[in-house]
């Protein structure tokens, strides 16, 4: 593979004791981690140094490249991806682009956020055929005894391991499927009426979460809030044959028919056979985070209420908390905090969803900012907030990242409302335990139902938020 960054070599030197045979240096800017990483497994032997900057008159010389030459010798063999910041996110790159040096080339064991990796020839680092390699070579010149010991005694590259393929985490804006999305589910070819050509990409993730936002029950009393909405429990089927995984109940809805409602909303997820946390018939049960499998890889996902009181007087905090003999979700607190640090783990990836925030601001609140951080702290990897109906834009923190409301997925009456019609899908990209890439899938509410948005300005919403949420560092 060619040489694939614009600067062919410059001259590295290390400042050393001028001792022995001076040695010079040449390696490119993007392998001087690489020579570094060398040097300290396999040192210069006594009477050997790196020349100090400004030697002149040293014929013999290291030299690394990005391909192998004659008389070179393979150092690292790695997988290369083109990587960009998080808001600048492209659906893919020619590998002409990725190989013009208009962009940065890494390792992909190197990527963290707020860098993500774009696809190459609409391909990532395990699909089959995928066209970057990282090939350090390493050479000498000159004919001094002990630096030709040391390149002939340089140890082989440990045998490249193909990549794992990287997983794919979806999560969606509110899901609501009350108003007539429920009979429309229900219906022969429902889940095909409903999503559309959303449908192909929700079932191809490996996970996909949501938030539930109503109570699947025909019982219950309803309570005295300002909206209230319930399906019929049998819909739920429907969004487990749709692709959902896991769905939050810890949020202001899913009380709206009183505890019974609430209870047999948790039935409904089960026998759907999909997974949900943070809501439960005790505190014990509710700060117990759901445990599914993507590969070899375990994810552990726990959902928290965060709303505030409704105008009508409705208090989560106090009507609808989860405590040792009632049932309710798991709140977004220095209890919920404690729970998370007990639930998540170091070997897993950790999902937390919170349903919480100002409704119909486009920006989250600085107190939303540090609970939410302080969930990151606590060992989440992702935090997928809701309730603010619209869109509010994503956040990387130490590596994990915080997307704080995507808006409406699935909501029927949102017709009219400023930016309720619109949303994003993000699927996350996981590899070694880690984010290493993201896509955005700008959608649209139409009634009852949800298409791609063709126009995409959901998506330009989304990146300036994000632009914007990274260059203003919250307090806490």
Known sequence: MRNISACLGILALFSAPLQGLQVRVDVPVELQSAWERLLFSHPFPSGLDAAPNGTAGTADMVVLRTRVLPGFRLMEDSILVPVVRLWDAAPTLTRAQAESGSVRLLPLESVALPDIALPVEGLYPGDPGYPLAWHVAVGIQGDDPALRQWFETLPDPAPRDPPERIRWIGAVGDVMPARGVDSSLLAPEGGQAVFGDTLPILRSLDLLVGNLEAAA?????RAVKTYTFRFNPLAMGSLSAAGFSYLSAANNHTFDYGKDGFLDTLSSLGQAG??????????????????????????????????????????????????????????????????????????????????????????????????????????????????????????????????????????????????????????????AGRIVSLRFIPVRLHGGTVRLDLQKDSLQLLRSQTRRLNAYSAPG
């Open 217 to 221: 029950t025909t019982g219950g009393v």
């Open 274 to 431: 999909i997974a949900t946390s943070g809501a439960g018939r005790t505190f014990d049960e509710a700060s117990r985070p759901a445990v599914v499998r993507i590969g070899n890889r375990e994810i552990r996902l726990l959902s928290f209420a965060a709303y505030p009181v409704d105008r009508t007087g409705f208090d989560g905090r106090s009507m609808a908390r989860a405590t040792a003999d009632r049932p309710g979700a798991l709140w977004l607190d220095d209890e919920g905090i404690d729970a998370a640090a007990r639930g998540f783990s170091r070997d897993s990836f950790n999902v937390a969803l919170v349903h919480g925030g100002i409704e119909w601001s486009s920006a989250p609140t600085d107190e939303q900012r540090r609970s939410y951080r302080a969930l990151v702290r606590a060992g989440a990897d992702l935090v997928v907030g809701s309730h603010p109906h619209v869109l509010q834009g994503l956040e990387a923190v130490d590596g994990k990242l915080i997307a704080y409301s995507l808006g409406n997925f699935l909501f029927p009456g949102m017709e009219g409302t400023p930016g309720g019609e619109r949303s994003v899908i993000i699927e996350v990209g996981i590899y």
